[in-house]
């Protein structure tokens, strides 16, 4: 069975610093992709970003960015320039195949500090 | 392009009633998943719907049930409510367009207290 871990459960940064959130899972599989949500404060779960495993190259989308091991079996996900708007919960998600369930991780509760 | 949406926002339900949540996924998207997330915690996977059919279910009892119906939006329904019920329930859909695999789209959850 796939698992996801997220060994941080809470973190905080400085406004316009950068930070690192961190993720590893298990799986025998040899194809999925990887995901890093976002959910602020009574706000929508929304995605930030996706990796798939295929990929060599690591995922970037504006401020965030993704450092994707596949061998270790790590994800981490990286915001550079950090704003009060990113305060949020940050989970880290695994999926399989098509129609399968997506597999989420505990959460990262991040402060971004003025 | 409308979003995933979900009703009611907040309900307070009886232990041992039952409740039904309803969820209107995104335009185009034909897969619905929904999930139950405690406070504190990541979603977990409840089970899926693509074509009206149920297509994966995660490790929770047949009290659990849902619906898809054809214009793709879907009903989670849970009897015999008991307190450890008490959760945000989440709907997601997702797309079947190449390019965004496994992309979930949330709506914004019911809050379901049970007392």
């Known amino acids: 069975a796939q698992t996801v871990t997220q060994s941080q459960p809470e973190m905080s940064v400085q406004e316009a610093e950068t930070v690192t959130l961190s993720c590893t899972y298990d799986?025998?599989?040899?194809?999925?992709?990887l995901f890093w949500y976002k959910q602020p404060p009574s706000r929508q779960m929304i995605l930030v970003i996706r990796?798939?495993?295929?990929?060599?190259q690591n995922a970037t989308e504006n401020r965030f960015s993704v450092n994707f091991q596949k061998a270790a079996k790590s994800f981490s996900l990286k915001i550079s320039d950090s704003q009060l708007g990113d305060t949020a919960m940050y989970f880290c998600?695994?999926?399989?195949?098509?129609?399968?369930?997506?597999?989420f991780g505990p959460g990262t509760s991040l402060s971004v500090i003025p | 392009e409308t979003g995933v949406t979900q009703s009611p926002t907040h309900l307070i339900k009886t232990r041992g009633q039952q409740v039904t949540l309803r969820c209107s996924s995104q335009?185009?998207?034909?897969?619905v998943s929904w999930y139950q997330q405690a406070l504190g915690q990541g979603p977990q996977f409840i089970f899926q719907?693509?074509?009206?059919?149920?297509?994966g279910r995660g490790n929770f009892p047949p009290r659990f049930s849902g619906l898809q119906f054809p214009n793709y939006s879907s009903e989670l329904n849970v009897n015999a409510l008991e307190l450890d019920d008490s959760a945000l329930y989440l709907c997601?859909?997702?797309?079947?367009?190449?390019?965004?695999?496994?992309?979930?789209?949330f709506g914004p959850g019911t809050r379901l207290t049970v007392t």
């Open positions: 998600a695994f999926w399989r195949t098509s129609y399968d369930k997506v597999i």
């Open positions: 990796q798939e495993a295929y990929k060599q």
């Open positions: 719907y693509y074509r009206e059919e149920e297509n």
């Open positions: 799986t025998s599989e040899n194809n999925y992709y």
């Open positions: 997601a859909s997702s797309s079947p367009l190449a390019g965004a695999e496994g992309e979930q789209y």
């Open positions: 335009s185009g998207h034909n897969t």
